[in-house]
């Protein structure tokens, strides 16, 4: 849509680098066993609160979502890989997966100045 581009001219380029930290620092989280997704969030909500402009908040709001719904899921399918580890890894790879793409599309639109 064609909606969804705004303009953010008014941020500066260590705003807009900020947030490519962030979406790094989510994306490798799972090579640091969370430890970076962790430090991430924390900043995801310290900037979040401070933030104006609604392209910046939504796409805190969009980072911070996706760790909380991972952390749930991880959460709920912990008893399948203590219990079988082929399903149990296979759970665990696909809730992978899905939190690799949320971050790569949420930071590809971000980087075209889209909503996520």
């Known amino acids: 849509m064609a909606n969804d581009v705004i303009d953010v001219e008014m941020k500066s380029a260590n705003d807009r680098l900020v947030?490519?930290?962030?979406?790094?620092l989510h994306t490798?989280?799972?090579?640091?066993?969370?430890?970076?997704a962790v430090i991430a969030l924390i900043v995801n909500y310290l900037r979040r609160a401070d933030e104006a402009?609604?392209?910046?908040v939504d796409h805190h709001?969009?980072?911070i979502a996706t760790f909380w719904w991972t952390l749930l899921w991880l959460v709920?399918?912990?008893?399948?890989?203590?219990?079988?580890?082929?399903?149990?890894?296979?759970?665990?790879?696909?809730?992978?997966?899905?939190?690799?793409y949320r971050c790569i599309k949420g930071w590809v639109r971000f980087n075209d100045r889209r909503y996520p």
Do not use: K
Not at 85 to 98: D, M, R
């Open 61 to 63: 709001t969009y980072m």
């Open 19 to 24: 947030m490519h930290v962030l979406y790094g």
């Open 28 to 36: 490798l989280a799972w090579f640091s066993g969370g430890t970076l």
């Open 53 to 56: 402009d609604a392209l910046y």
């Open 76 to 100: 709920v399918l912990s008893p399948l890989w203590m219990l079988f580890f082929f399903p149990g890894a296979v759970a665990y790879g696909i809730v992978w997966l899905w939190y690799l």
